[in-house]
């Protein structure tokens, strides 16, 4: 799950390896837990597919997002998952998990995916229960201050009826920078969006 998108294969201290990809044109990435306020941004593991499916079943969710389908399929959850701890570092997902100061194990999912040019487009969902808190804010904040794929700028688009999230993005130093569409499997139509880019060198 992209702005909004969704195995515990070989373990390492920061719970996963992503290795080459399958066509060996990327180096090895040992995916960190990237710490924040009052939450962590860790590796994905199979134990989050209960909560997964129950966020992600939410219509008022996948309708925010590009690529959840509503109503949710038998297995989706299952193969997000797999994606996620597939060797690519391509891709990067993580759960942002607040059990470190008392709160849920996963609150919502944020990914980096890697563009051409030292750029990645952050994408990210939150729980319904958890919007309008800091939680999103304070995930995106702490990826960017972690930058862990060494990027010189972060890409990210949000539906036009999403203000709250294009809200989390500007609070997060992204300028605007245009209008596009983006299809929603939820929705079955394109809808309009904001383009927003955060520079980080």
Same mark, same amino acid.
């Given at each position: $799950?992209?702005?909004?998108s969704i195995k515990d294969p070989i373990k390492s201290r920061s /719970?996963? &390896?992503?290795?080459? !990809?399958?066509?060996?044109?990327?180096?090895?990435y040992d995916q960190p837990t990237v710490p924040g306020d009052e939450? @962590?941004?860790?590796?994905?593991? *199979?134990?989050?597919?209960?909560?997964?499916?129950?966020?992600?079943?939410?219509?008022?969710?996948?309708? $925010?997002?590009?690529? &959840?389908?509503?109503?949710?399929?038998?297995?989706?959850? +299952?193969?997000? &998952? #797999?994606r996620a701890l597939q060797p690519s570092p391509r891709e990067v997902?993580?759960?942002?998990?607040?059990?470190?100061? /008392? /709160?849920? +194990?996963?609150?919502?999912? &944020? !990914?980096?995916?890697? $563009? @051409?040019? +030292?750029?990645?487009?952050?994408? *990210?969902?939150?729980?319904?229960?958890?919007? %309008?808190? %800091?939680?999103? !804010?304070? #995930?995106?904040?702490?990826?960017?201050?972690? %930058?862990?794929?060494?990027?010189?700028?972060?890409?990210?688009?949000?539906?036009?009826?999403?203000?709250?999230?294009?809200?989390?993005?500007?609070?997060?130093?992204? /300028? *605007?920078?245009? @209008?596009? +569409?983006? *299809?929603?499997? #939820?929705?079955?139509?394109?809808?309009?969006?904001?383009?927003?880019?955060?520079?980080?060198?």
């Open positions: $799950m992209s702005d909004a /719970g996963a &390896i992503l290795a080459a !990809s399958a066509k060996q044109d990327a180096p090895a939450l @962590d941004l860790r590796p994905l593991r *199979y134990s989050d597919s209960g909560l997964i499916d129950l966020y992600a079943a939410d219509e008022r969710l996948a309708k $925010m997002t590009t690529s &959840i389908p509503h109503p949710l399929p038998p297995g989706s959850t +299952e193969s997000f &998952i #797999a997902i993580w759960a942002i998990d607040s059990s470190r100061a /008392g /709160g849920a +194990e996963l609150k919502g999912v &944020i !990914s980096l995916k890697r $563009m @051409d040019g +030292e750029q990645s487009e952050i994408g *990210y969902w939150v729980a319904p229960s958890w919007w %309008n808190s %800091n939680v999103a !804010s304070a #995930a995106v904040q702490a990826l960017v201050a972690a %930058n862990p794929l060494g990027d010189r700028s972060f890409f990210a688009s949000v539906f036009q009826d999403n203000p709250g999230a294009a809200r989390v993005l500007t609070k997060s130093g992204f /300028g *605007y920078v245009g @209008d596009a +569409e983006a *299809y929603s499997v #939820a929705r079955g139509a394109k809808v309009p969006t904001w383009t927003y880019i955060r520079k980080l060198d």
